[in-house]
């Protein structure tokens, strides 16, 4: 009997723990679907050659596609220099030191600019310029000889239909004086027109004036006339003598050789001869200087630029400095 009840016992208690490790195993979490995706994710690789990463490269400042690299002086492109450029100017000879002194300063204005002049009177240089010498701008000393090369001047004056000025350049750029002078000392004693008009009649005095193809003798040719004076006749008796241009007539009064000249103000100021008197307008009109640029200029906005600069105030005042003034 006890056996029995040893027998029933155990076997309760191996059913009650049968039941309590079920129960056990029903309150179990179950493992959750999400952790078991990350798990398999990180466990399984996939199959990458030896020698390769499958992670992408480390993008470098330099490999930035949303920066641009930083260009240094070296890798700046130099500026293109300015093309070098002659200008030849073609100029009274009365306009030689003023602008001589002009050319310095606007090799610093224009550095890529070369300036070559060529100075004698304004009739030679109107008949270099028609037999094809190589100029970009003309400066006269009187109208005629510009007129002679316009085409759009009067027939009367530009008698051969002559075609050489860029017409739309052609400006006034100054005015000057017709004066006269006497060498040092004074020696016949001029102080005036008048005085001058009298010696010539009396043959008691030599005056030296520029040829009838230069602006100066041609205004001197007109004071002349005012005083109803005839240059032929005065010509014959030896009291005139005469120079190819206004810097030859100066020297003559410079160096004593003549009792008196008629030259520009502003030649007369360059070489510091006496001044005695000042034609007025009613004797040979005003004295104007027409500049323009030649049709025949390889460079005509250059030679146009440079024509500009001469009514600078820069340029004015070296002009103003010797007599010159400005077209009023």
């Known amino acids: 009997m006890k056996k029995r009840i040893r027998a029933t016992l155990a076997a309760a208690a191996l059913v009650l723990a049968i039941a309590l490790s079920v129960a056990a195993c029903s309150a179990e ?25 499958t992670q992408p490269p480390a993008t470098t400042p330099e490999q930035s596609p949303s920066q641009t690299p930083a260009t240094t002086p070296e890798q700046s492109p130099s500026p293109k220099p300015a093309e070098q450029i002659e200008l030849v100017v073609f100029a ?7 602008l001589n002194e002009i050319a310095t300063l606007y090799a610093e204005a224009a550095p890529n600019v070369k300036l070559t002049y060529n100075f004698e009177s304004s009739g030679t240089l109107k008949t270099q310029i028609e037999e094809g010498a190589e100029c970009d701008i003309f400066i006269s000393a009187g109208q ?35 004066t006269l002078v006497v060498p040092s000392g004074n ?33 001197t040719q007109q004071i002349l006339q005012y005083f109803n004076l005839d240059e032929q006749a005065l010509a014959s008796s030896g009291v005139i003598s005469y120079g190819s241009n206004v810097k030859e007539v100066t020297v003559q009064v ?7 000249g008629v030259i520009y103000c502003t030649d007369a100021f360059s070489d510091n001869l006496e001044i005695v008197d000042y034609a007025t307008t009613d004797m040979c009109g005003r004295v104007i200087y027409p500049a323009a640029v030649m049709k025949s200029t390889p460079h005509p906005e250059a030679a146009a630029t440079f024509l500009n600069y001469l009514k600078t105030p820069e340029a004015t005042a070296v002009f103003e400095r010797v007599g010159f003034a400005k077209v009023g």
Not at 31 to 40: C, E, I, L, N, V
Not at 146 to 174: C, H, K, Y
Not at 192 to 209: H, I, P, W, Y
């Open 144 to 178: 005629k000889q510009m007129n002679q090369l316009d085409i759009t001047a009067p027939d009367t004056v530009n008698t051969d239909g002559l075609d050489f000025v860029l017409s739309e350049s052609r400006t006034n750029l100054l005015e000057n004086r017709v």
């Open 92 to 98: 009274a000879a009365s306009m030689r030191e003023t």
């Open 187 to 219: 020696p016949k004693d001029i102080n005036s027109f008048e005085d001058l008009a009298a010696a010539l009649r009396g043959g008691q005095v030599l005056m030296a004036m520029g040829n009838s193809d230069v602006p100066v003798g041609q205004y």
């Open 29 to 53: 979490p179950a493992a959750s679907p999400t952790a078991s995706s990350q798990t398999q994710t990180e466990s399984v690789a996939p199959d990458v050659p030896a020698g390769l990463s």
């Open 254 to 260: 410079k160096e004593a050789s003549v009792d008196c």
